[in-house]
């Protein structure tokens, strides 16, 4: 995986994301910087499980879960962290309420790792990795609007989706600007 490249595109999708909602201009550039930090905590989760070709066991994927908790825990309480303490927490929630590590449904998700998710899950199906072959523009899109499989359109903001279905080009455009 090209973790540099990811970090960097997920910080530019997050920030497109953000203006694009209208937040203000200091919403829009901490989420452009604070981003990349969304999973710091795969720093404590052993190399074999992250480079794993093909799908964890049960016990593996309990451990690979944990990074969410472990980057909170890395980022600490200091009050200019909290944007990525709030995204390293909580960006694999589900709007739902089926996601980790603490099932929040709607809401109760802070709205910055909301973001993060939707420009993570795009990324991660348009890049290549250890277990799977990377996804076109077009199948990644109507992989994330799929009403069944592992990504399902519930599991994201609905506002956080009209958003994407408006801004896919911009997506596509930024992916392959930043590949």
Do not use: W
């Amino acid at each position: 995986m090209d973790t540099g490249n990811h970090i960097v595109r997920v910080n530019t999708f997050s920030k497109h994301l953000a203006l694009t909602m209208g937040k203000p201009e200091t919403f829009c550039n901490e989420i452009g910087l604070v981003a990349q930090m969304h999973d710091v905590g795969k720093i404590h989760t052993p190399s074999e499980i992250l480079r794993k070709p093909g799908e964890l066991s049960s016990k593996e994927l309990q451990i690979m879960k944990q990074h969410t908790l472990q980057g909170e825990m890395i980022l600490g309480n200091a009050p200019k962290l909290s944007m990525a303490r709030n995204i390293a927490g909580a960006h694999h929630e589900n709007y739902d309420g089926t996601g980790y590590p603490r099932g929040l449904k709607g809401e109760a998700s802070p709205l910055e790792a909301q973001i993060v998710k939707i420009a993570d899950v795009y990324d991660a199906l348009r890049s290549a990795r250890s277990y799977k072959t990377a996804f076109s523009h077009d199948v990644s899109t109507k992989m994330i609007f799929a009403k069944e499989g592992h990504v399902q359109a519930f599991h994201f903001n609905p506002e956080l989706l009209d958003l994407f279905h408006q801004e896919a080009g911009a997506f596509e455009e930024i992916y392959e600007n930043l590949r």
